[in-house]
């Protein structure tokens, strides 16, 4: 890949801020993300256009829940679990939340360590994140397994209206297949990390693109964006 | 936060977020004390508009804070946080759309399906 050629003004633009800072970076014929490699611009584009997917879905599950008129199945009994004789509401599902907040957080550091050259804690932290993700994925396997026994489908279910089933996998199912990627990515970032390969700029082993810290925060874009979804999901499908 | 700006503008240049870990402690933290308080919502059986208004204000505050620290949002240039944070107020449109249709399912329903009078 051949590079733009540098002309003298490349760099040297004013970059005022507020308002004013908008028009002048997107104008002019210039890059309009300054201070933000391409990676990154497009880690938060496709991010954006996830947010469009998964807004669909939780909009379409707010219309057949409006347009349904057999009681929808009470969530909270649902996913409630008994522990010693007590059954406690949804309480498998705020574990899993504290669980996915939690490697949200050793994210945000493996970044910072990975800025610092900390390889060492950076990978361990990148491999704790993995760790957490894999660990929700297998709560969340539980919780299929227990809903399809309970003998809830995607087209009927014995509690109630019927498209609570269709929603209920649409929605963790499309979720849950976010955070399994985010697993192996999070393990193909750390490996990079140890090995070194961010400090030697070695190129990757599929798009050959050489090697540097940035890529555990555009990793950490990703993860977060996962930890942000189940924020709306938690908030709309479990408690409302 | 002028100044914070200033300072961090060197790191800012290599496209890099360099913040304290209290920074990352902090936002951990307090997005813990909000999953629980949105779990107790649902505990102590809030019902109506009180318990819809939580849940919403709950979901925005912990979805503001992973967007603004976590995703280092605060930091980025006003250019990226407008060409991200404002195509999705366009959700709102689609919301509305089926908002409408679903109420429309439902009375329509209720008047084909329902016990004849």
Not at chain 1, 60 to 67: E, I, N
Not at chain 1, 136 to 143: D, L, R, T
Not at chain 1, 213 to 219: F, I, S
Request: net charge neutral.
């Amino acid at each position: 890949m051949t590079q733009p050629v540098r002309t003298g003004t490349g760099e040297a633009l004013p970059l005022p801020e507020g308002l004013p800072g908008i028009v002048a970076d997107w104008s002019s014929d210039q890059r309009a993300f300054k201070n933000v490699s391409w990676g990154k611009a497009m880690m938060w584009i496709f991010l954006l256009s996830d947010t469009f997917i998964f807004s669909s879905f939780l909009i379409s599950y707010m219309t057949v829940r409006v347009s349904t008129t057999v009681p929808w199945p009470n969530v909270s009994e649902v996913f409630a679990l008994t522990f010693f004789g007590e059954s406690i509401p949804l309480i498998l599902i705020a574990i899993m939340t504290f669980i996915l907040i939690s490697s949200s957080g050793t994210m945000a550091m493996a970044v910072k360590y990975g800025y610092e050259r900390n390889k060492k804690i950076s990978a361990i932290l990148l491999l704790v994140t993995a760790f957490f993700g894999a660990t929700f994925v297998g709560m969340q396997a539980f919780e299929w397994s227990k809903l399809i026994a309970d003998g809830v489908r995607p087209w009927g279910n014995p509690m109630g209206a019927a498209q609570f089933g269709s929603s209920f996998f649409m929605i963790t199912g499309f979720h849950g297949f976010h955070v399994s990627v985010g697993v192996v990515f999070l393990i193909i970032v750390a490996i990079k990390v140890l090995r070194g390969d961010l400090d030697r700029e070695a190129p990757g082993f599929l798009t050959g693109r050489k090697g540097n810290y940035e890529m555990v925060e555009v990793m950490g874009l990703y993860w977060h964006f996962v930890d942000l979804v189940w924020v709306f999901i938690f908030a709309f499908f479990y408690l409302w | 936060m002028v100044h914070a700006e200033g300072q961090q503008h060197t790191a800012h240049a290599k496209g890099q977020q360099q913040h304290p870990i209290s920074v990352y402690l902090w936002i951990w933290g307090l997005l813990f004390v909000l999953s629980v308080f949105s779990y107790l919502v649902d505990y102590f059986h809030f019902q109506g508009y009180l318990r819809w208004s939580l849940i919403v204000i709950f979901m925005f505050l912990k979805a503001g804070l992973i967007v603004a620290v976590f995703m280092h949002m605060i930091w980025e240039r006003l250019a990226l946080v407008y060409a991200i944070v404002l195509p999705p107020l366009l959700l709102l449109v689609l919301l509305g759309i089926g908002a409408l249709e679903g109420d429309y399912t439902f009375i329509t329903r209720g008047i084909f399906f329902g016990p004849r009078s």
